[in-house]
Structures are given as structure tokens and as C-alpha cells.
């Protein structure tokens, strides 16, 4: 049992040195990540405040506030 953890200790610390060589390769996913979601963030933005949209946006809220309970 013993010889099982020293391989499976010897394992983790083999993939722990393999994953630092990869460190900047993952900081770039996530900055690309990021440019993604704000690129993103900005067209969705840009279609709930367009007219036709904000106008039926409204007419929902206005309908939802004066239903009857």
C-alpha cells in the first residue's frame, strides 16, 4: 500500500510540474475569456436599449404592474 501512495504522490507532483510550464497559456484563455464576455456584454447592451426593444420592455413591466391580483 504504501509503494501505491508513494506512485500516486509521485503522479500528482509529475502534473503539478507539468501544469506551471502551461501558466501562460492559461492566463491568455481567460484574457480571451474576458474579451469574449464584455464583447458580448456590449451587444447585448446595445439591443435592450435599442428602440424596439426597450419599448416592448416596457409595455411587459407596465402590463405586469397593473394586473389584477
Known amino acids: 500500500m504504501c509503494?501505491?501512495?508513494?506512485?500516486?504522490?509521485?503522479?500528482?507532483?509529475?502534473?503539478?510540474?507539468?501544469?506551471?510550464?502551461?501558466?501562460?497559456?492559461?492566463?491568455?484563455?481567460?484574457?480571451?475569456?474576458?474579451?469574449?464576455?464584455v464583447a458580448f456584454a456590449v451587444v447585448l447592451y446595445k439591443v435592450v436599449t435599442s428602440g424596439a426593444v426597450s419599448g416592448e420592455l416596457q409595455s411587459i413591466v407596465t402590463e405586469a404592474l397593473n394586473a389584477r391580483m
Open 3 to 37: 509503494q501505491a501512495v508513494r506512485a500516486r504522490l509521485r503522479a500528482l507532483v509529475c502534473g503539478m510540474r507539468a501544469a506551471r510550464r502551461d501558466e501562460g497559456i492559461v492566463t491568455s484563455e481567460y484574457a480571451m475569456g474576458i474579451v469574449a464576455a
